[in-house]
C-alpha cells in the first residue's frame, strides 16, 4: 500500500465521519465508531494509520473526537489495548459534548455504540493490564463515563429515551466488577423518576433491563420479584435468539424451583441447561444425595452464576418428597396410620440415601418443614412420631415462596 492509498483511505474516513454528522445519518456514524467490530474498512484503515504520520493536518473539523478516535484505532490494530482504551475514552468524551449541543436526539445510536465500544475496550484493556501484573482500572473509568452519559440522557426530551440503553451497559459493568450494589441509584432513577414512561423504551433494552435486576433480585433472594422480571425477559425476547434465552432461563429455572415450579426436561436439552437436569430429578424423587451430588458436580458453574445458594436451598422441598414418598407407601400398606410417620423410618430412608443422620436431626429437619409450612403436623416426642394433617398435609408452594 502507497503512501497516496493510505491518505486517500484516511481522507475518506474522515470525510464520511463528518459527512455523516452534517445529514445526521446515526447508522453510518455507527460503523465508523465501531472500534471492535474488526470490520474491513477499519482494519484497512488501522493498517493505513500504522505508516502515515501526518493524520491530523487531514483533520478539519471535529478535531477533539477524531484526533484521539484515528489513534484509537491505529492502537487498537496494533493490539496496544490500553492506549487504544485511553485515546477511545478521550474521543467519548468530545463526543459526548457535542452530542449535548445537538437538540434532537438524531445520533441515539451512534452514542449506543460509543457506550457500547467504552465498555468492551476497556475489558480488553484490563485483561492486558493484567496479564502485565498491572491494576485493571480501565472498566472502572468505563463505569465512571457511562454516569455521565445517563446524566445527559436522564433529563426531559427526546433523548431520554436512550437512558434504558445506557442503564443496561452501566450493569454491564457493575456485575463483571462485582459492585451491583451502585445499580442501585440508577434503578431508582429509572423506575421512581416520573420523566420515564418503561413502555416508551425500545423492547431489546426493556429486556435486557429486566434480566439484569431479575438476576439482582435473584442474589437478594427476592423470588417473586425475579420471577416476575425474569419472566418479562423471556417473553419479550426475540425467540430467534437462543443465547439470549439461555441466559435468562440460567436464571429463571432457579427461581422457578424456588416456587415449587419444575421445568420440563424438553427445556433443559432445547437450551443446554442439562446442569439442571440432576437437580429436578432430585426435587421429584425425594433424593437428598443426588440433589448434593448435582450441586456438588456443577459447582463451579453454580457459583458463578451466582445462583448456588439459591440451589442449595432446595433441599427443604427434596425432604418434604422424601416424607411425603413414605406418607403414600405408608397409606397404601395401612391408610388408618399413614398420617403417623416415624422419624426412625425417616431416618432409615436417608441412612438408605448415604445420608448418615440421626433421630435428633430428623426431628431438627422435620420441625424446621413444618415452621415453614411444607408439611402440616404436629410432633408425638414421646414416642418419636410425626403426626400429619389429615387435609393436605404436604401444601403445594403454588408459585409462592418458602416462608422466610
Request: with cysteine.
Given at each position: 500500500m502507497g503512501e497516496a492509498q493510505r491518505r486517500i483511505i484516511i481522507s475518506d474516513y474522515i470525510t464520511r465521519f463528518t459527512d455523516s454528522i452534517s445529514s445526521q445519518d446515526s447508522l453510518s456514524l455507527k460503523q465508523l465508531l465501531s472500534v471492535s467490530s474488526n470490520s474491513h474498512s477499519l482494519l484497512s484503515l488501522a493498517d493505513a494509520l500504522n505508516v502515515f504520520q501526518d493524520v491530523n493536518r487531514l483533520v478539519k473539523q471535529y478535531g477533539e473526537i477524531l484526533v484521539p478516535l484515528l489513534r484509537?484505532?491505529?492502537?487498537?490494530g496494533r493490539n496496544n489495548l490500553v492506549d487504544a482504551y485511553n485515546s477511545f475514552e478521550k474521543a467519548s468524551n468530545a463526543f459526548l459534548q457535542e452530542f449535548r449541543n445537538w437538540e434532537s436526539g438524531w445520533a441515539m445510536e451512534a452514542l449506543y455504540t460509543v457506550a457500547y465500544e467504552i465498555r468492551v475496550l476497556a475489558e480488553m484493556a484490563d485483561r492486558e493490564l493484567n496479564s502485565m501484573g498491572k491494576t485493571p482500572e480501565?472498566?472502572?473509568?468505563?463505569?465512571?463515563?457511562?454516569?455521565?452519559?445517563?446524566?445527559?440522557l436522564a433529563g426531559k426530551g427526546p433523548k431520554r429515551i436512550g437512558a434504558l440503553n445506557v442503564t443496561c451497559q452501566l450493569f454491564k459493568?457493575?456485575?463483571?466488577?462485582?459492585?451491583?450494589?451502585?445499580c442501585r441509584s440508577v434503578?431508582?432513577?429509572i423506575e421512581t423518576a416520573r420523566i420515564f414512561d418503561f413502555e416508551e423504551f425500545p423492547v431489546r433494552d426493556k429486556v435486557t433491563y429486566m434480566y439484569y435486576t431479575g438476576r439482582l433480585e435473584v442474589y437478594n433472594e427476592n423470588f417473586l420479584a425475579a420471577d416476575q422480571k425474569l419472566v418479562y425477559a423471556l417473553i419479550h425476547c426475540n425467540p430467534e435468539s437462543k443465547a439470549n434465552i439461555r441466559m435468562i432461563l440460567k436464571y429463571?429455572?432457579?427461581?422457578?424451583?424456588?416456587?415449587?415450579?419444575l421445568p420440563e426436561s424438553?427445556?433443559?436439552?432445547?437450551y443446554n441447561l442439562v446442569e439442571y437436569r440432576d437437580v429436578v430429578r432430585a426435587l421429584k424423587r425425594g433424593d437428598l444425595r443426588l440433589l448434593r451430588c448435582a450441586l456438588q458436580e456443577h459447582e463451579d458453574q453454580f457459583l458463578k452464576s451466582g445462583v448456588y445458594l439459591v440451589l442449595e436451598k432446595l433441599e427443604l422441598q427434596v425432604y418434604q418428597r422424601l416424607v411425603k414418598k413414605i406418607y403414600i407407601i405408608q397409606k397404601q400398606?395401612?391408610?388408618?396410620?399413614?398420617?403417623?410417620?416415624?422419624?426412625?423410618?425417616?431416618?432409615k430412608a436417608l441412612r438408605w440415601l448415604d445420608m448418615d443422620m440421626d433421630v435428633d436431626e430428623v426431628e431438627c429437619i422435620m420441625a424446621i418443614l413444618i415452621y415453614k409450612n411444607l408439611v402440616k403436623g404436629y410432633f408425638a416426642h414421646k414416642s418419636k412420631v410425626v403426626v400429619l394433617s389429615k387435609q393436605d398435609p404436604f401444601p403445594k408452594l403454588n408459585g409462592k415462596p418458602v416462608n422466610s
Open positions: 484509537c484505532l491505529q492502537n487498537y480501565k472498566l472502572k473509568g468505563a463505569g465512571s463515563f457511562l454516569m455521565k452519559v445517563f446524566g445527559a459493568v457493575y456485575f463483571k466488577l462485582g459492585t451491583v450494589n451502585l434503578i431508582r432513577s429463571l429455572i432457579p427461581v422457578k424451583l424456588s416456587l415449587g415450579i424438553w427445556l433443559l436439552e432445547k400398606k395401612d391408610p388408618s396410620k399413614a398420617h403417623q410417620v416415624k422419624l426412625d423410618v425417616i431416618v
